[in-house]
Structure formats: structure tokens, C-alpha cells
């Protein structure tokens, strides 16, 4: 990927939520810009595959309260200063407490100015995150933020625009910080998301957020390769997957990718022409019904894609999609936008999704069999020790704030 083997550094900053095309240009231009799919539409399960290299159904991490086997090798090494900094999110928790790094294994928070080369650090940034066109630490519920602007859709696109452009202001922030040490050619940075957002396009049935529908508007995010001595304002043409990013910067910074991934080392090779790429989901919550609680699956789907498109399946009964998706539409914080702003069209492309169990996008010059042939077979738990961890009380509150609890 480029001319300098002297990589000591590492930043991985991820923009909660930026979809490929909302990508600001003063991102773009700093670097090689690529088209990636997420590999997952569900932060839970798609931090841990940026971290690990792994996709989801591979490290087996669904929800906030699923974690890893154990540290992942991206800040399992003790040559390396470490740095998860997830400040923008998880404005109500201690360190300790915070989801992402519960996940990786780390207890500590510490930002980029904290550490000294060689190090690695990886921020969680906020993005353009529901509810849109909050400052930092001031955002109220997602759901009453969509009860304002339920019928204000222009108006809720330009405020996720405006939340692109206040995340990749503190990206750049950064990006000149490594310029100001004298250290950024040999630091690789690296700018992504974990995954995209529905803003209530007819196709996805009105849908505001992610998570569900698996659609490309859920699926495509960028991956921007800057510093190290990188071109800039350059686009790489293959399409990648986040779980790339893990082996990639490992490879830049030690000179070898660890085994056992599923991503591609981009820094010494070259994604071969008839590759597809993952992505996976599997939503699923504890419900109380009649005094008796009950795991409901949200929306669990599979899919493989290439540049011309990909195909999308959907795992679990239908009549148990159809329920689940009926409750997560009308009931939880993103509801309000969704009714609010809800055709006839829009309800039948949801019921449509609903319904049915394989979908296409794009014009795919794949077949559906080929397709199959990539995803998993089944979609099971973490089994490991340690894998589930009770949420608390405050976890859930910031957890509902962001809309993903009722």
C-alpha cells in the first residue's frame, strides 16, 4: 500500500454511524479513500470485528453484553503504548463501564495526547449517531429527540450532514495533532464506521437508524488510509471490509498480520478480483411478557457483497421477524421518525422486507449459490467464558438514550 515500511504508530478512528456517501471531503482528502461494507449493521457486533479482524459470526459478539474470548492482538502487545478512547459515546460511564472496551477487555480510557510512540490507539467517536445535532456530553433521548422532528425529514438529514462534518473535524483535529508531535509519517491513520444509517428512504421502508434493514445504506461505510507516508485525495478501487483494518495496521506495525482473521493484510497485498465480503447480524433483546422474560430476535440476516452488489439473508422464522421488527418500528426510539414520516410505499417495502427471506441489491455478478457459499451457516452465541456480562443500571440508561433498549 505504500512506500514506507516505518509504521510505529497507530490510529483508528471511528465515526459512529457515517455512511460512504455523507463521507466529508476534508476526510477524503487526506488520504486513499475505499468503499468498504461494515461487518456489521449493529455496533456491538462491529467493533469487536475492527478490533479482532473477525466477523461477527466468527468471534461470536451480538450485543453490549457479549464480550470477546479474551483482548484481541491489535492491544494485546507489550511493546506498544494502548489507547481506547470511546469519550463522545459513552458520556455517562466510567471507563470500566463502557461497552466497547468491556467488549475488548480494557478497564482504562486514554486519549491520543496521553500516549507515547510506539503506541496504538483506537477512538469511538460519536459521528453522525442519533440523536443528530447535539454537542458532545448535551444529547437528550433518542426517542424525544425524534418525537421533535418526526415529521421533518429534510431537516433531520441535514443535521446527520452537519454531525459527519462535526466528527471529521475532531478526526482532523487529531490527524494535525500527529503533525504537530512530528510523527505522522510514521503513524498509519485510519478513518471509518461501523456502520452506516437509514435515513428514511422509501427502499428501507422509512427507516430511520441501523441495525435493520441489511441494505447498502446500512452496509457501505469508508475506510480512509492516511499518514505513513500515503498518497493523498486518492481513491483505491477494491472494495474492502472492516474487518481488514485489524490485519492491515497490525502488518504496517509489526511486519506481520496475525493468523486466524478473516480480513485481508492490505498493506502487503492486494484483495483478490473475486473477492465478496460479509456482513452479519443478529439483534436480539430480553422481553418481558406476562411476568416472564423472553429473548426476542429483533432481526438476524447474513449477506455477501461485491461492487456490483450483494445479496441479503435473512435468518429466524418470518412470522418472528414480522413480530420483532412490528415492536422494534412502533415501540423503540427511532419509532417516532419512522411513523412520522411514513407513506403507503414505505409500509409495503417494510412489510415486504419483512416477509421475505433473500433480498438483492445492486445488479450482483455473482449468483445467489455463490453467495451462500460465503455467509455462515448459523448464527450462534459467544460460548466462551465470561461471554455474557449483566448489564447495569446506567448502562442501560445510556444505552436506551442512544435507542437501542425501550
Known sequence: MADSTEVDNILIFVS???????????????????????????????????????????????????????????????RYDVGFDAETVWIELDAAAKPPLQINHIDTERSLEQLEPPFVSFVHDVGPHAPYGFENGAFESTKEFFQTYEKRRPQLIELYRQDCHNSAQRFVELYEQLAERGILDETLVV????HGQSLGEWGNGGRFGHGHPM?????????????????????????????????TVISAQRGEAPTGVDGVDLWRTVPGPDRKVRSDVWQHLDVDVLGREIELSVYAATSAWNQSGGYVFHRKSTLQRLCALA???????Y???WVGNLTPTKAMNMLTIALTSDLSYGTPDFT?????????????????????????????????DLGYLQ
Open 16 to 78: 459512529d454511524a457515517m455512511r460512504y456517501d455523507f463521507l466529508p471531503d476534508q476526510v477524503r482528502d487526506l488520504g486513499v479513500t475505499a468503499k468498504a461494507i461494515s461487518a456489521s449493521t449493529f455496533t456491538a457486533s462491529s467493533i469487536p470485528s475492527l478490533t479482532s479482524g473477525t466477523y461477527p459470526a466468527t468471534h461470536g459478539v451480538w450485543m453490549f453484553d457479549d464480550r470477546l474470548p479474551q483482548r484481541p492482538p491489535l492491544f494485546d502487545d507489550g
Open 191 to 194: 478513518f471509518t464506521s461501523d
Open 215 to 247: 441494505s447498502p445504506e446500512n452496509v457501505e461505510v469508508p475506510i480512509v488510509f492516511a499518514g505513513a507516508g500515503l498518497p493523498k485525495g486518492v481513491t483505491y478501487e477494491q472494495l474492502l471490509s472492516g474487518v481488514d483494518i485489524a490485519p
Open 327 to 333: 415492536y422494534d418500528n412502533l415501540l423503540r426510539g
Open 335 to 337: 419509532a417516532p421518525a
Open 368 to 400: 445467489e449459490d455463490e453467495a451462500r457459499g460465503v455467509v455462515p451457516a448459523r448464527l450462534v452465541k459467544a460460548t466462551h467464558e465470561g461471554a455474557d456480562t449483566d448489564l447495569s443500571d446506567e448502562q442501560k440508561t445510556q444505552l436506551r
